[in-house]
C-alpha cells in the first residue's frame, strides 16, 4: 500500500482519551478526520475542541458499534480508520460486558470497511499488551509473536468468577484475533491492509471530556490517585507497575502506522518503558513537593521487571523518540493544575 500523506480518517470513539490525541495529531498533520461517538450529547464538546480546524472535523454518532452495518455509512469516503473504541474496564461481572462490545466493535468496523469502504487503503485497530501477556513468575521479554491464551482460558473455566483483569485482557485477545481472521480470511478481496498496535498503560495529559477525577478513563484514573493522591502503601509504591506509553506518543504511533507502507499486515507493540509506581511518584514529589513523597527507600537500580516488551519491531517500522517518564509526568500534572485537581 502507498503511504497515506492526506486524505480523510475516520477514528471510532473519538472522545476517548487516545482517540482524542490521535484526532488531535492527525489534524495536526494536515488529515482531515471523522470521528464517531455514541451520542449526540457526545459532539459539542468535540466539535469545539477542534474549532480552529474548521471544515477539517466533522463528528458522526453511531450509537451502538456492536452492530453489524453500524459503521456502513461512516467509513464512505474516508483513506483511512482508527479504530479505538473499545471499553478498558476492570470491574465487569460478566465478562460479556468487555468481550461483546470489544468483539462484535471490531468486526463490525471491519464489515463496513469490506462492503463500503471502497477508498479504504489501511485499517488500524488499537489493541493493547494485554492480548500479549501473560503472567510470569520469573523476568521474561514478550514480543508480538506471543498471544494471551492465559486470559482466555481463565475467563472460560471461571465465568463471572474470573479475575476483573482476566476479562479485560480475553476482550483485547479475543478482538484482536478476531480482526486478524476477519483480514486472512478476506484479504484477497479487500482494498486496505490491517495494522494493529498493542500499548501498555497508556498515560499523560488529558484532552478529552471529563469533570472530575473519578470519572477518568481506567489508566489515567490510576494514575492520579496512586500518584498525586498517594493511595499505595510502600510495599506496592515498589512492587507494582508495568510498562506504559505516553498518550501523545501513541497517537503519533497511530499516524505513522497510516503513512508508513512497510508496516502492513504487522502487530506492533508500542512501549516506553517499564516503570514501578514510585517511579512516578519520585519524579512527581521531585515536581510538587505536595505530593505524597512515597517509598523514599527505593532504589530503581534493583527493581525487578517480571514483564517486558521487546522494542525492536517499533524500533524498525515506527521509530519514535518516546517521551521520557519525567516528561509524562511534569506534563500530566500541569494538566491537572489547571483544572484544579491538585
Not at 121 to 149: C, G, Y
Not at 162 to 191: D, I, M, Q, V
Amino acid at each position: 500500500m502507498p503511504a497515506i500523506t492526506s486524505g480523510k480518517v475516520l477514528v471510532t470513539g473519538a472522545n476517548g482519551y487516545i482517540a482524542t490525541w490521535v484526532v488531535r495529531t492527525l489534524l495536526e498533520q494536515g488529515f482531515s478526520v471523522r470521528g464517531t461517538v455514541r451520542s449526540a450529547s457526545k459532539t459539542a464538546y468535540l466539535r469545539d475542541l477542534f474549532k480552529s480546524y474548521c471544515d477539517k472535523f466533522e463528528v458522526v454518532v453511531v450509537e451502538d458499534i456492536t452492530k453489524d452495518g453500524a459503521f456502513d455509512d461512516a467509513v464512505k469516503g474516508v483513506d483511512a480508520i482508527e479504530h479505538t473504541a473499545s471499553p478498558f474496564y476492570l470491574k465487569a461481572v460478566d465478562p460479556e460486558e468487555v468481550i461483546v462490545p470489544a468483539v462484535h466493535g471490531t468486526t463490525s468496523v471491519l464489515k463496513s470497511a469490506q462492503k463500503y469502504g471502497t477508498s479504504v487503503k489501511r485499517v488500524v485497530i488499537t489493541s493493547s499488551t494485554a492480548a500479549v501477556l501473560t503472567p510470569a513468575s520469573e523476568p521474561h521479554v514478550f514480543s508480538e509473536a506471543d498471544w494471551n491464551e492465559a486470559s482466555i482460558q481463565e475467563v472460560k473455566e471461571k465465568g463471572r468468577d474470573a479475575g476483573g483483569a482476566a476479562k479485560y485482557r480475553a476482550s483485547k485477545t479475543l478482538a484482536e484475533r478476531a480482526a486478524w481472521e476477519f483480514y486472512e480470511k478476506n484479504k484477497a478481496s479487500l482494498s486496505w491492509d490491517l495494522v494493529v498496535l498493542n500499548p501498555p498503560f497508556v498515560f499523560g495529559p488529558v484532552i478529552h471530556a471529563v469533570d472530575v477525577p473519578e470519572n477518568l478513563n481506567e489508566s489515567a484514573r490510576q494514575w492520579y490517585f496512586n500518584v498525586v493522591k498517594g493511595k499505595l502503601d510502600n510495599d506496592a509504591l515498589v512492587n507494582d507497575g508495568s510498562s506504559y506509553v505516553d498518550v501523545r506518543d501513541l497517537a503519533l504511533a497511530h499516524t505513522l502506522a497510516i503513512q508508513k507502507p512497510p508496516v502492513a499486515g504487522e502487530r506492533i507493540i508500542v512501549s516506553a518503558s517499564t516503570y514501578k509506581w514510585q517511579d512516578f511518584v519520585s519524579a512527581a514529589h521531585h515536581l510538587d513537593s505536595r505530593i505524597p513523597a512515597g517509598n523514599t527507600s527505593y532504589d530503581p537500580a534493583k527493581a525487578v521487571h517480571l514483564i517486558r516488551y521487546s522494542p525492536d519491531k517499533e524500533r524498525r517500522l515506527l521509530g519514535i523518540d518516546f517521551r521520557s517518564l519525567e516528561e509524562t509526568t511534569k506534563d500530566t500534572l500541569e494538566d491537572f493544575k489547571a483544572r484544579g485537581w491538585l
